[in-house]
């Protein structure tokens, strides 16, 4: 595996400057993400409204490839219902953990095909996955 | 000689992604020399049998190497005797023993325990545990600037409150030596026991309890060339006495009624059910194989290699070294570091790619990351097979670390 498929150029650029970085006022919904074992922290803000991602935003640290994958994440679900954005989270999970390798149904995860490589490199799954499992918990949670 | 050593170590001529392996996380866990392996597969394919039990040859033979590994522990450590000896699993398993068995039964509501900021988590979450349930309040010796203990926080908080105090002997993040032998005088003068976790400490120095006088001292076997699941409790003979056991089972026992159970003398109060008796067959091999090298080789091959990779580090602008302020005398080969801009696991990916072994995150210590400011680090930790030329590697690969995430130099 190389570095280079791993840090791609899209992935260094969410990592260095993720345009999702941000305290989000009015979120209808806060959780927070936590890998113990490395310390990667996450709170995700969203606001849902009419059964839809308005917006969504993070804060917290963590590694290049849980800040890219939570940026990338983040552009994906803009705009989409919940559970459009819950298909794509259990859908980006199945990626990474190679549950799904069918490039047509992987198709609608867009920018976030970039982190397919992570699956080669199970140190870092979890750090890929942080985010997406975050996300399913808290619109699970706004279900309710 | 380093080569002399390096041969000895099957590991280390294995490949890690593509490249010969640099192995610098022996904080974590050290690789085994073929002595050690040998030993284990003499154990099991020549003498395995249930010790204590049997009235047959195989059985005794078994009971030997057991109570060989314990008598050869207890000279390296300079226990006055064998019975100080306790075998656990690892130094967590030892330092739970403490915590349950003494601080439970000896530590009252309203008393101190005293810990460092700079524990390792085992010995750390079970003296919270012990201090939430009795009632006692846990206290911190914190740092000074150079990332050594406050001799000032030493003196506020080791009072006539203090019943017990647990630190480590080698910070496994700053690799600093504690200078005990002031802290566990006071401590003693203040009727407190003192618990030393040895895990840093007992692989890279001669270690002696007795002229240390501490009253626990543990150890985990793997990180000193063992195999991992042995570990070693030493615990002062009068006080290991009074203590009720930990487990409870098999070979711990005297008499077992229907209703009443007496135990056992030292040390098999404290061993219950069957123990690894090829671990300590692996210890055993350990001590013998150190002692060979001999602990002055073993401090100064790893303070030449310290002394060869700070300078180098130093030259770097983008590296931040964390816990290497102090003068030199007490710093061991533990240098922790973050790369500007970058996380630690990205690090440490990086360098797995160049195949570089260190360790990335919290290292089981995140107060004190929290104390010092940080999320988390990267460690390179070094032992006596270790080269100038892994440490070239290691620097090499670092240079490259900033470009994969396209960060200017």
């Known amino acids: 595996m190389a570095l280079e498929d791993i840090y791609t150029e899209l992935i260094g650029e969410h990592s260095r400057n993720p345009e999702h970085k941000h305290a989000l006022e009015g979120a209808t919904c806060t959780l927070k993400g936590h890998n113990p074992s490395c310390g990667d922290e996450i709170t995700l803000q969203i606001i849902v409204k009419d059964g839809k991602v308005a917006d969504a935003a993070f804060t917290g640290v963590g590694c290049a490839i849980s800040q890219a994958s939570t940026d990338i994440m983040i552009d994906l679900i803009k705009g989409k219902t919940v559970e459009e954005a819950k298909t794509l989270a259990h859908k980006f999970i199945g990626m990474i953990k190679r549950e799904i390798t069918d490039e047509a149904e992987l198709e609608d995860l867009d920018d976030a095909l970039a982190l397919q490589n992570v699956s080669n490199m199970p140190a870092r799954v979890k750090c890929a996955v942080l985010a997406w499992h975050t996300l399913d918990d808290a619109l699970s949670d706004t279900k309710k | ?117 700079s524990e390792h988590h085992s010995n750390l979450v079970p ?21 050594n203990l406050s001799e000032e926080d030493i003196k506020k908080k080791l009072t006539e409150r203090t019943k017990l105090v647990a630190v480590t002997q080698v910070s496994n993040v700053l690799g600093l030596k504690n200078d005990l032998k002031p802290i566990i005088e006071r401590a003693h003068k203040m009727g407190a026991v003192v618990v030393v976790d040895g895990s840093q400490s007992v692989a890279h120095m001669a270690v002696n309890v007795t002229e240390l006088d501490c009253d626990f001292f543990a150890f985990s076997g793997h990180k000193m060339l063992s195999p991992m ?31 009443d159970t007496t135990f056992a003398e030292l040390p098999a109060k404290f061993e219950a059910g069957t123990q690894n008796v090829g671990g300590a067959a692996g210890l055993t091999a350990a001590i013998d194989y150190l002692e060979k090298v001999s602990f002055d080789r073993v401090e100064e091959i790893e303070k030449e290699l310290v002394d060869y990779a700070l300078p180098k580090l130093k030259e770097l602008p983008y590296v931040e070294l964390i816990g290497c302020d102090s003068k030199r005398h007490n710093k061991t080969g533990i240098i922790a570091f973050n790369i500007k801009d970058v996380h630690p696991h990205d690090v440490a990916s990086i360098l797995d790619a160049e195949g570089v072994a260190i ?51």
């Not at chain 2, 078994?62 to 100080?84: D, H, L």
């Not at chain 2, 068995?101 to 810990?115: A, M, V």
């Not at chain 2, 919270?128 to 150079?146: M, R």
Request: glycine content about 8%; hydrophobic content about 40%.
């Open chain 2, 127 to 147: 003296w919270q545990a012990i201090a939430k349930h009795v009632g006692a309040k846990l206290q911190y010796i914190y740092l000074q600037e150079d990332g």
């Open chain 2, 359 to 409: 360790r990335a995150g919290h290292h089981c210590a995140q107060p004190l990351h929290r104390y010092l400011g940080l999320n988390a680090s990267c460690r390179a930790s070094f032992y006596l097979y270790n080269t100038k030329e892994d440490i070239d590697r290691w620097i090499e690969a670092l240079k490259k670390v900033r470009g994969v995430l396209g960060f200017g130099a």
């Open chain 2, 229 to 259: 699941g042995i570990g070693v409790l030493y615990g002062r003979y009068e006080i290991l006495d009074r203590m009720p056991p930990f487990l409870m089972g098999g070979d711990m026992i005297e008499y077992v009624q229907e209703q």
């Open chain 2, 1 to 117: 000689m380093a080569d002399a050593i390096q041969k000895d170590f099957p590991l280390l001529h294995h490949t890690m992604n593509g490249k010969h392996i640099v192995y610098l996380d022996n904080g974590a866990t050290t690789q085994k020399p073929d002595q050690v392996i040998r030993s284990i597969c003499d154990y099991y394919g020549g003498c395995n049998a249930n010790p204590h039990r049997g009235a047959y040859a195989l059985s005794v033979e078994a009971t030997e190497i057991y109570e060989n590994a314990r008598r050869r522990t207890a000279a390296f450590i300079k226990a006055k005797r064998p019975e100080e000896i306790i075998f656990t699993k690892n130094a967590t398993e030892a330092l739970n023993l403490v915590a349950y068995s003494y601080g439970f039964h000896n530590i009252k509501k309203g008393d101190e325990i005293l810990i460092t900021i």
